[in-house]
Every structure is written in C-alpha cells, then in structure tokens.
C-alpha cells in the first residue's frame, strides 16, 4: 500500500479526508511521529505525542459499487489486526474491550476512529489508529485508564512501528478486499476479548447503571451480558468494566 509519513500533522485522519478530496483513488497509509490535534471518539482528542507512540490511518476508496454498511466491522478487523500485531511485535498481553480499545495491563493502549468520508456521491472509508507504545506521562482526565505498553529503546520503537504498520495495512487491505468475509474476525476477536466472563456495567438512555456478566460477542458483534432481569444486548455505546483482572 502507498505509505506517507510526516513528522507533525494535526491528524492523519484529516489528513486522509484531505487527500481523498483532492482526487486520492488508490488505498492509502498516512502516518506520523506526532499529532497536534488528534481525534478521538465522541468528539474527544487523542493524546498523541512525538517520539512515544503510532497515530496512522488507512484511507480506502470504495468502488461505486460499494457502500459503507459492506465495511460494518472494519473497526473489529482494525481492533484484531493490532491485538495480534502488538502481541507478536511487543510481547504485550494484548486483549480487545468492546467496543474497539486495545488494552494491555488493564490500561488502553490503543484506539480506533473509523470514519466516512465523501467526494460527490464517492465514499471513503478511513480507519485511524492511535497505540502508546512507550507514552507516559498522559494528560490527568486519562492517566487512570489510559498506558503506554513499555520502555522502549528508540532502534525497538523504530522496528516496532514498521511491523504494525505492516501487519496491520495487510490485514485491512484483506478485510477491505474481501469485506463480506467477517466470521474469522469475529472469530478472533472473541477469542482476544478482555470482557468476556467480567462483571460490567453499563447505562443505557433513561436508565440506572446496570451490571451484569459479559457472556457472548454475537456474530453480528454485538454483547451479550447476562443481568439479574435477563439478558441484554448491546450494540453500541461504552461499557465500564468493573472487577477486572
Ligand atoms: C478513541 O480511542 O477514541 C479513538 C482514537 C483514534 C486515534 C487515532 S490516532 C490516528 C488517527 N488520527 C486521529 O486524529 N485519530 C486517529
């Protein structure tokens, strides 16, 4: 895949919206050592100093043919790609929290920003990726939940984000080839799931917090927590685990 590094951009995923407005037709990996304005889920920034971590994002322009309910779970085959990648290339016990974080040590050392993007009628589907791999010293509304995965020296980062970024672009170059083709993913993903058999809680709109046990990923991705009052589904939206490890 073509591959663009800089050193400081605002955001590798603006940055893909910028160039697929300019004309981009080929998939595209834009990297970078740092982000001045790193994005987040739900309107929130992702904390992306230089030197310490890997902020990249995977531009692909669809075909006319192609919509974005094909690519539903390019965010679990993004969130798969990098479990393996950080557990093959860092030896993190790397695990997956549904939705989409990567967590290490009880920490999340990873996220995900899927977004769309269009030019005319023509859809682009960017995936941004943002792992602290050797990040420290986080902005204090995070340091509680978010981690680096360790020390590194700078030759270890250096190979390190050349292997992710292999591994991961060829995993998503696979799931963008071949998007139907989902039950592997899902597969993996349960299998990397640190929710699974944990007491979670969650809110729902209207509601008090509730708790249950996490029983099952669906294959439509969905989590299946088992409550006192039955069984709820949860599509969407953030669960708070409580009790875990
Ligand atoms: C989240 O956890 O809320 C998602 C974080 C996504 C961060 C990555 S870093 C690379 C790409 N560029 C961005 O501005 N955001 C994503």
Redesign the pocket.
Known sequence: MKTVYYETID????EAKRRFAAGEAEPLLIWANM?T?????NG?S?Y?PENTGL???VLYPCSSKQMLQDFIFVTTAAAVAVCKSLRKNTGADAGIKWIN?VYVGGKKAC???AEATYRGDELGVIV???INLSTKDFPKEISDVASGIGDFTKEQLHEMREAILADVGDALCDYFKNPSDHSAIIASYREMSVVLGKEVSFVRQGENEIHGIAKDILDDGSLLVACEDGEHILNSGEIHLSFYR
């Open positions: 955001s590798t995923n603006e982000q304005a790193g994005k987040g889920r929130r992702f992306s902020y990249f994002s974080d996220g995900i920003l941004g990726i943002g």
